[in-house]
């Protein structure tokens, strides 16, 4: 498996290298795919219709929202957790003006599944164990068969 990249260009406007151009690489996504999409792709190896993938994501999805409203976190098989965190203006120095009036909005968060090894390092679920980066435009080129 790869992912591709590209190289941007930034010109610095503060620090040691201001004024200068510099270069590093992001990663490239080659677009985004819908439910729709995903539940034909799942439904292809199993004997629900896309409309039964649907279906279910879509309660999946309800739910989610729903329990999340209650106060719970919800972990998301293999992928990790779902829960909502609150962006605050500021610290109080007394406990009694630590209210909900510190809350400036609250918005969903996600922690990647992961399992650690001995030496300390996370492998995150979400990414193959093995994954080789490609500058976008010199990816390898699928051979196609002429009949």
């Given at each position: ?23 590093s690489v992001r990663p490239y ?41 209650k106060g719970y976190d919800i ?49 995150y679920n979400l990414i193959p ?19």
């Amino acid at each position: 498996m790869s992912k591709s990249y590209k190289v941007s260009k930034k010109t610095m406007n503060m620090g040691e290298k201001k004024g200068q151009t510099v270069y590093s690489v992001r990663p490239y996504s080659y677009g985004t795919l819908t439910t729709e999409e995903v539940a034909t792709q799942i439904a292809v190896e199993s004997t629900a219709t896309p409309a039964d993938v649907k279906a279910v994501l879509d309660r999946y999805a309800y739910y989610v929202k729903e329990n999340l409203k209650k106060g719970y976190d919800i972990e998301l098989l293999g992928f990790g957790k779902l829960y909502l965190r609150f962006l605050t203006g500021k610290a109080v120095e007394n406990e009694k003006d630590a209210n909900a009036k510190l809350v400036k909005s609250i918005i969903p968060a996600f922690r990647p599944s992961y399992h650690k090894l001995k030496n300390g390092t996370h492998i995150y679920n979400l990414i193959p164990d093995t994954i080789e980066l490609v500058k976008y435009g010199d990816e390898k080129k699928d051979k196609t068969i002429e009949p």
